[in-house]
C-alpha cells in the first residue's frame, strides 16, 4: 500500500476558511479512490503562496 500525505490551504483575503474542509475531503477521497495510506496531513491557514519554503 502507497502512504501519501495531503496538505491544504488557503489565503485569508481571497478564500473561506471552509475551503481547507472541502481540500481535505477532495484529497481524501482520491486517496481512497487510489488505495492508498494517509499517513500525515498539513495545513496551512492564512499563509501566503508567496513564502519559498512552505510549513512541513
Known amino acids: 500500500m502507497k502512504r501519501c500525505e ?3 490551504r ?3 483575503d481571497k ?3 471552509q475551503s481547507i474542509e472541502t ?3 477532495m ?3 482520491e486517496v481512497m479512490r487510489a ?3 494517509e499517513v500525515r496531513c498539513f495545513i ?3 499563509a501566503s503562496a508567496a513564502t519559498a ?3 512541513r
Open 15 to 17: 478564500q473561506d476558511v
Open 23 to 25: 481540500q481535505l475531503m
Open 6 to 8: 495531503i496538505y491544504a
Open 10 to 12: 488557503y489565503s485569508a
Open 53 to 55: 519554503h512552505p510549513p
Open 35 to 37: 488505495g492508498w495510506l
Open 44 to 46: 496551512d491557514a492564512a
Open 27 to 29: 484529497c481524501r477521497r
